[in-house]
Nanobody, 127 residues
Framework: QVQLVESGGGLVQAGGSLRLSCAAS????????MGWFRQAVGKEREFVAA????????YYGDSVKGRFTISRDNAKKLVDLQMNSLKPEDTAVYHC????????????????????WGKGTLVTVSP
């Protein structure tokens, strides 16, 4: 099992950047696929990004491709989401997540999410 705590959210102007971090606890962190999801008010949860256990493979939702980058440090048990060129439509609560399945299961992740979740951190992008 793994516990997840996000940090780094806040208010930023459109066009700006923000970096989210997710601190994980648990002995098997390095064997989990890690991901980020977001949920805006009144909208369904959206898949943002996923990264394989080794960090060698990454996957992104269409709305963030080319602007967001996911990375991980297994030694420190950290997963980061670098967000650039932010838009007002990126405003949402961002959740870190973990799953024992391989990272290429993005179709499943988009529908069912992942097995373990953090409580989330709010990102607000002003026009």
């Amino acid at each position: 099992q793994v516990q997840l705590v996000e940090s780094g959210g806040g208010l930023v102007q459109a066009g700006g950047s923000l970096r989210l971090s997710c601190a994980a606890s648990g002995r098997t962190f390095s064997s989990y696929t890690m991901g980020w999801f977001r949920q805006a008010v009144g909208k369904e949860r959206e898949f943002v990004a996923a990264i394989s256990w080794s960090g060698g493979s990454t996957y992104y939702g269409d709305s963030v491709k080319g602007r967001f980058t996911i990375s991980r440090d297994n030694a420190k048990k950290l997963v980061d989401l670098q967000m650039n060129s932010l838009k007002p439509e990126d405003t949402a609560v961002y959740h870190c997540a973990a799953d024992p399945r391989t990272a290429d299961r993005t179709t499943r992740f988009k529908i069912y999410g992942m097995d373990y979740w953090g409580k989330g951190t709010l990102v607000t992008v002003s026009p």
